[in-house]
């Protein structure tokens, strides 16, 4: 089966009713004439007699030319011959194929062209041979020949040229030409083998670079239809058929412009209809695209059709972009037959150079039900508006380059990662509005945002970006929730845009019939000029400052929630302060200031500063005017008004986040133009000052002196008078009059100290150093000057407590330099005989007595013990601390005569001591020396114990102690030493109870002597000085131990176990004495050592030889408050 078709580029041929020549003189630009050009015959396909196939129809003859000179007198262009008869049959030997047809023919040129009121055809496909019908049907087959391919009926080649159709011109690519059918033989039936119809040749094929064709003025270029495929034998059986030719496209092109004018059609041709086989046709050819091809720029005003399939039913793309980079731009006018499908980066150009209306459902996925598939961007283009209806849910990202894009949904958009471009175009948003979260770009002049409906609201979460402004219009509401980075700036034209300093960026334009609303959560600035003669609303429970220079704005800014803070600048237009809101700042409000009821004034920021009023300040009934002062307290916030103050009942409120001097008067609010009305009162929190405000010509003036407090009388009943006012047994009935004549004294109140404030003994201690320091130091103003509330907790945090509980902790680790040594020296002495060698090695030796057969000591005299301690300590006027400690200690003993033993000890631990309500802690280096002995005498059935012993540990404390409180922030810090002595001593009687346990009441004393040396912390004001103390304490401890042996496996061990009750006297409660620099000293009590404690052990060793054994305890206190915990780990040998 052979099939032709001829690439080239025609711009001549002969017209089948007429041999005249049509001339293009290409040097000159010359029009083809009106006529119809079209190509010849070729000839037939031979036969063949040797049963092979019978040859191809011949091809037409194709012309080329360089479009230089007339065509005219060149060779006709043909189209292909009918191909020839399938070859004749000899006995036995089955017959060869019929002749394929030719191909049609076209002409080449490769510079500019221009086609009017001409026709330019392709050659038409010759049709193929049919299979012989003269040979046997009972024997043997012969196939049909295939269809010749339809030509182009233009090819352009070059670079850089145009092909120009008007005033009804046009390109049709030639027809493919029919197949032929074949026959079948009887012996084999079925084998009679039908062909394709031949291809349809395009109208148009492009092959040069960056080429242009415009089709205009009802010119028309279609593509030739396909051939219709042959049929199988009708005679016998139901042989094979095959399918109709594809229809060929229109234009074929790459790398150039096409376009197609209102008026132009382009249209692919049609699919060739099925063969017959047997009866029934089937195998549809495919219809031909209207235009298909890579990195093209296409516009469509006119008509651009895909051919229908062989079955009329099925049309193919109207245009189909293979890859590259691509632009198809659809005006209103077009009028497009089967889908436009894209691939590669395809921008598809909506032109609305009228008002329209489209579903978005038009716009999908490839292989979708969608007309425009596979684009990767969509433009708004023209002045016009176009509306988008329905949803689609593929990912459509829109660029508003000119006019409007008008929808009521998000999903009109598409999927919200698409997203949306303003390139001075315009989105509408009708009807109730939407939210999206699609990002938004503003691109070189910006964009505009319509929304239309009154109560219509278009709510963008994600981010708007670009170098473009926004502007705002329509009566509804604009919400920008993003953190956006747009930098052209904003404009409010009409309606309501809310955001908030993160969101609405660049200058800020509010006409007079627009409202910018500023819903500020979260603190935040906005530092662009603001102008222009509407509504700038403040909303949100956070602080906006504005920090640029708004002077330029004449219309009315509304506090309603939250704080508006002006700084440094002037905000132009009036500004009213709501119930609840506030206005602060140290800025200028060029015009009249009016606070309502519930608002508040509060000139400065995060410190005093001065506020201007450019017209008149009017504070309505249940305002209030907020004061501060600066940290020397030489000035504190004030209003400065140009015009008139009024007034009317308003409260002045004084905070306590200042450094007010009751040796200042401050001017609060001064009016050049008078002032009306005055404050009905003081509003205050400060706990030891009491503010008072008076009008004194044209300002106010705040004062303030301590606080009073009621100082009761002393008087008892038996020294007072009768009656309680005589200072009786209550004290008189407000604190007393002068009392009896003996007792009372005289009652009534008195300045408050700082002390009346305290909650506790090491509170009133600190308080009382305070006052001492006079009002000319800092740290005393700035306790001063403490709120409501705070001086308990300020007390606390400045007491240095902590130094004294430390003091307190110490102790437990200077016990244990007492605890573990005495553990192991106890076991020694009481240890047992180990029995010796069996005595009949005695005879063994040569060298005197064997010493091995005698019995020996259990002790082991050398040992080392790890242990962890974890401590709680609470009660009394501190607070609660917990502790660590973790530390190592080695060492002997060893028998001396007379039954006496003695040993020494070394030993080293880390405590970790923490007071977190008071942000404090300590690290303690500990170093032990031990020194002990003892002897064990026989009474009785038991054994009486005796120790005694001596230890000193010195400590190297590095103290850290945080004061982050009600307005002081200090890390402080210091490094001392301390020492602990220690003499201790215990007696016991251990009784057998059976032959593995044995009980030991036990009574022990300790005598402990504690010395702290002075130190100065360093790190701000609140830094203490402490001086050397000392601190001693007694404990006696009355106790029952028990001690059992056991055996593990072949292991042998011993299990103890001790409880007893031990009571503490002396220094219990630890005490600092401490001092600021430039106070008194005061002494502060630490965490009080418990009184009475129930002591418990439980250990256990196990001999892990003759001579090594080791052992786990855990040993615990409990009693007044405060718990301890510990386990140890030790290792003991025997030498």
Do not use: C
């Amino acid at each position: 089966m052979t099939r032709a078709i001829a690439l080239a580029l025609m711009m001549t041929a002969a017209s089948a009713a007429s041999a005249d020549v049509i001339s293009l003189d290409g040097a000159a630009g010359a029009n083809a004439q009106t006529g119809r050009i079209a190509g010849g015959a070729g000839g037939d396909g031979g036969e063949s007699l040797s049963g092979v196939n019978g040859q191809a129809g011949a091809d037409g003859i194709s012309d080329s030319a360089q479009n230089t000179e007339p065509l005219g007198g060149k060779p006709l262009a043909n189209g292909g011959a009918t191909g020839g008869l399938g070859g004749a049959t000899s006995v036995n030997v089955p017959t060869g194929g019929a002749g394929g047809g030719g191909g049609g023919a076209t002409d080449v040129v490769s510079a500019n062209g221009y086609i009017s009121s001409a026709a330019v055809y392709g050659g038409n496909g010759g049709k193929g041979g049919n299979g012989d019908p003269d040979i046997d049907p009972g024997e043997f087959f012969g196939s049909g020949g295939g269809g010749g391919g339809g030509a182009a009926a233009a090819v352009m080649t070059g670079a850089d040229s145009m092909i120009l159709l008007s005033s009804g011109g046009g390109l049709v690519g030639g027809n493919g030409g029919a197949a032929g059918y074949g026959i079948s033989g009887a012996a084999m039936p079925g084998t009679g083998f039908a062909a394709s119809g031949g291809d349809g040749g395009m109208a148009m094929s492009v092959l040069g670079t960056n080429m242009t064709v415009v089709i205009s003025d009802g010119a028309f270029v279609k593509g030739g239809d396909g051939g219709r495929g042959g049929a199988g034998d009708t005679y016998v059986g139901a042989p094979a058929a095959d399918s109709g030719g594809a229809g060929g496209a229109a234009i074929s092109m790459s790398n150039g412009t096409i376009t197609v004018a209102d008026g132009a059609s382009v249209a692919g041709g049609y699919g060739g209809a099925g063969g017959a086989a047997g009866l029934a046709g089937t195998h549809m050819g495919l219809g031909g695209a209207g235009i298909t091809g890579h990195d093209l720029n296409i516009t469509i005003a006119g008509y651009v059709a895909g051919g229908y399939a062989g079955d009329l039913t099925t049309r193919a793309d109207a245009v189909l972009l293979t890859g590259g980079v691509n632009t198809v731009t659809i005006e209103p006018t077009a009028n497009i037959a089967g889908n436009v499908v894209a691939a590669g980066q395809s921008t598809l150009r909506i032109s609305s150079t009228v008002d329209q209306t489209l579903a978005a459902s038009l716009f999908g996925d490839v292989g979708g039900s969608a007309k425009y598939q596979g684009f990767t961007g969509f433009q708004k283009v023209s002045s016009g508006t176009l509306t988008l209806i329905g949803t689609t849910t593929a990912v459509t990202p829109w660029d508003v380059r000119l006019g409007t894009l008008s929808i009521s949904s998000d999903a009109a958009l598409g999927a919200t990662s698409g997203d949306l471009t303003l390139s001075n175009g315009t989105l509408r948003v009708t009807g109730a509005g939407f939210t999206t979260s699609r990002n938004v770009s503003l691109n070189n002049a910006g964009g505009v945002v319509q929304v239309t409906e009154g109560l219509g609201s278009l709510v963008v979460n994600g981010t708007v970006s670009g170098s473009g402004g926004l502007r705002k219009e329509g009566i509804g509401t604009l919400t920008l929730n993003g953190v956006n980075s747009y930098t052209g700036g904003t404009q409010v034209a009409a309606g309501t845009l809310i955001g908030n300093a993160a969101s609405i960026r660049g200058p800020l334009q509010i006409d007079a019939v627009g409202t910018a609303q500023f819903t500020q959560e979260t603190d935040g600035t906005f530092s662009n000029a603001i102008v222009g003669t509407g509504v700038l609303l403040k909303e949100g429970a956070g602080r906006l400052t504005l920090s640029g220079d708004n002077s330029g704005f004449a219309g009315v800014t509304s506090i309603d929630a939250g704080t508006l803070n002006v700084i440094n600048n002037t905000l132009g237009g009036s500004v009213r302060v709501t119930p609840s809101a506030t206005l602060m700042g140290d800025g200028t409000i060029a015009g009249n200031v009016t606070v309502y009821s519930g608002g508040t004034l509060a000139p400065g920021k995060d410190k005093p500063g001065t506020l201007t009023v450019g017209g008149d300040l009017a504070m309505n009934v249940g305002s209030v005017l907020r004061i501060q002062s600066d940290s020397d307290g030489q000035h504190a916030s004030k209003v400065v008004v140009d015009g008139a103050a009024t007034l009317n009942g308003t409260v002045a409120s004084v905070e306590a986040n200042g450094n007010y001097s009751t040796a200042t008067n401050y001017s609060i609010v001064s009016a050049r133009g008078g002032i009306t009305g005055s404050f009905s009162g003081v509003n205050s929190n400060l706990a030891f000052l009491q503010p008072t405000v008076t009008n004194t010509g044209n300002d106010v003036v705040l004062t303030l002196v301590r606080k009073d407090v009621v100082d009761p009388g002393t008087g008892t009943g038996s020294d007072g008078g009768s009656t309680p006012t005589d200072g009786g047994s209550t004290g008189g009935s407000s604190g007393g009059s002068t009392g009896g004549s003996t007792g009372g004294n005289t009652g009534g109140s008195r300045a408050m100290t700082f002390a009346d404030a305290a909650g506790s003994r090491n509170q009133r201690s600190v308080a009382n150093a305070l006052e001492s320091l006079g009002s000319g130091n800092a740290l005393y103003r700035q306790i001063e000057n403490l709120a409501d509330g705070q001086p308990q907790s300020v007390f606390k945090a400045l007491s240095g407590e902590a130094h004294a509980s430390t003091v307190s902790t110490l102790r437990t680790g200077a016990d244990t330099a007492r605890a573990l040594p005495l553990e192991h020296f106890r076991s020694n002495l009481s240890a047992n005989l180990l029995a010796g060698a069996p005595t009949a090695q005695a005879g063994t030796s040569d060298v005197g007595s064997n010493l091995s057969a005698l019995p020996s000591s259990s002790a082991k005299p050398l040992w080392a013990q790890v242990f962890g301690t974890w401590q709680t300590f609470g009660g009394g006027d501190a607070a609660r601390v917990t502790q660590s400690t973790s530390g190592l200690f080695v060492g002997g003993d060893q028998a001396v005569g007379g039954g006496w033993r003695a040993g020494g000890a070394l030993g080293y631990s880390d405590t970790r001591s923490r007071a977190g309500e008071v942000s404090s802690k300590a690290d303690i280096d500990n170093y032990s020396a031990t020194i002990y002995g003892g002897r064990s005498f026989a009474a009785g059935v038991g054994k009486l114990n005796f120790l005694a012993g001596g230890s000193y540990t010195w400590h190297d404390i590095d103290s850290r102690r945080g004061i982050d409180t009600s307005g002081f922030n200090q890390s402080l810090k210091s490094n001392y030493s301390a020492s602990t002595s220690q003499l201790f001593t215990e007696l016991g009687y251990a009784v057998p109870v059976t032959g593995a346990l044995t009980l030991e009441p036990f009574a022990g004393v300790a005598w402990s002597d504690m010395r702290t040396r002075g130190f100065s912390e360093s790190g701000g004001s609140a830094a203490l000085n402490g001086e050397g103390d000392r601190n001693t304490l007694t404990t006696t401890t009355l106790g029952l131990r028990s001690r059992t042996a056991f055996t593990l496996g072949k292991l042998e061990g011993t299990l103890r176990g001790t409880v007893g009750w031990r009571h503490a006297f002396g220094d219990v409660i630890t005490h600092s004495r401490l001092s600021f620099n430039g106070s008194d000293s005061f002494t502060v009590a630490g965490v009080p050592q418990a009184r009475d404690s129930a002591l418990v052990e439980v250990a256990a060793d196990v001999a892990l030889s003759r001579s090594v054994s080791l052992g786990l305890a855990y040993g615990g206190a409990f009693g007044g408050g405060n718990t301890q915990n510990s386990g140890m780990l030790n290792l003991a040998w025997k030498f």
